[in-house]
């Protein structure tokens, strides 16, 4: 069964304290590996697709890496605006559908 | 252009009432979703349409209603909900998927749902 696991469940940190986000999973023939930004009350905000292991994307203060068993995001120098859920979701090759972790709640402190 | 726009953004309603949800993106899509979401969960996928036909129904209740008029449009028809129905509504779009292919979705603002 695909299944996705995100820690740690929250997280705060210092305006500046850089860190990392966790998303292990286990899927059927991986299709690929999404990050997804949430504001609360807000629709997630698609952030990066990750293909295959050893795949690397970078957007702003975020960069987002892949292996065959985890992807990692790591925020460096997080500002405020960066307090958000972050979702990680996978695409195996059994049906179409994306199966989500619980989030990650990102809290940074000025 | 990734926008998708969803009415009303805000809806409160009695468990005997009918409303419609609606969702409409112009990025030339031909996958569009229906999702709910709890608070602190992540989005539950009820409905998904491929060209314009429904491809996959996660076994949700018959008070639930999807429609796909065209290829930019979604409704979510709501009839004689339960107060476990108070959610978050969220509506997506995406390329359709090919063999080996896959895609993105992009998620609109969602509908906050209030049954009372």
């Known amino acids: 069964e695909d299944q996705v696991t995100q820690s740690p469940e929250a997280l705060r940190l210092q305006e500046g304290e850089s860190s990392s986000l966790n998303c292990s999973y286990t899927?059927?023939?991986?299709?690929?590996l999404f990050w997804y930004r949430q504001d609360p009350g807000k629709g997630p905000e698609f952030l990066f697709t990750?293909?295959?292991a050893g795949e690397e994307k970078e957007k702003e203060r975020l960069k987002a890496t892949l292996t065959k068993k985890e992807s990692f995001l790591h925020i460096t120098a997080p500002k405020p605006e960066d307090s958000a859920t972050y979702l990680c979701?996978?695409?195996?090759?059994?049906?179409?559908?994306?199966?989500f972790g619980q989030g990650t709640e990102l809290s940074v402190k000025p | 252009d990734t926008e998708v726009t969803q009415t009303p953004k805000h809806l409160v309603m009695g468990m005997t009432n009918k409303k419609s949800l609606k969702c409409e993106q112009h990025?030339?899509?031909?996958?569009m979703y229906w999702y709910k979401q709890k608070a602190k969960k992540p989005p539950e996928l009820m409905f998904v349409?491929?060209?314009?036909?429904?491809?996959i129904n996660e076994s949700v209740p018959s008070r639930f209603s999807p429609e796909c008029p065209n290829s930019s449009l979604l409704n979510l028809h709501l009839h004689a909900l339960q107060p476990e129905d108070s959610a978050l509504y969220l509506c997506?779009?995406?390329?359709?998927?090919?063999?080996?292919?896959?895609?993105?979705?992009?998620f609109g603002p969602g509908t906050r749902l209030t049954v009372t």
């Open positions: 997506a779009s995406s390329q359709v998927l090919v063999s080996g292919g896959t895609y993105e979705q992009y």
């Open positions: 899927v059927s023939g991986l299709r690929g």
């Open positions: 990750l293909y295959s």
């Open positions: 979701a996978v695409r195996g090759n059994q049906g179409g559908k994306l199966i």
């Open positions: 990025m030339g899509h031909r996958a």
């Open positions: 349409y491929s060209y314009e036909k429904l491809s």
